[in-house]
């Protein structure tokens, strides 16, 4: 199992990221993906999480109406669209998946949402 993700940078408050992560190694299509983030000095928070065929989404209520998970199943692929961030949305973002009862995660990409 392999997780990449990418998209982050450095944005004003306000601003818009698309978070990519990109899958293989496992059967895409059969497996909810998650969003976890995790500011330095705090603990991961799950944000987003979509089921297998995209058709059930939830969200941490702090992110609800600013974020939208999406998938891609044809391209192995799931998104997390970032829209008003807040300084306070500023943490490494990674997408996970529970194959077979393991968890594997990517390495993360860094969002920084500055002034």
């Known amino acids: 199992v392999q997780l990449v993700e990418s998209g982050g940078g450095l944005v004003q408050p306000g601003e818009s990221l698309r978070l990519s992560c990109a899958a293989s190694?496992?059967?895409?299509?059969?497996?909810?993906m998650n969003w976890y983030r995790q500011a330095l000095g705090k603990e991961r928070e799950l944000v987003a999480a979509?089921?297998?065929?995209?058709?059930?989404?939830n969200y941490r209520d702090s992110v609800k109406g600013r974020f939208t998970v999406s998938r891609d199943n044809a391209k192995n692929t799931v998104y997390l669209q970032m829209n008003s961030l807040q300084p306070e949305d500023t943490a490494v973002y990674y997408c996970?998946?529970?194959?077979?009862?393991?968890?594997?995660r990517g390495q993360g990409t860094q969002v920084t949402v500055s002034s």
């Open positions: 190694g496992f059967t895409f299509s059969s497996y909810a």
């Open positions: 996970r998946v529970i194959v077979r009862g393991a968890g594997y």
């Open positions: 979509i089921s297998s065929d995209g058709g059930s989404r």
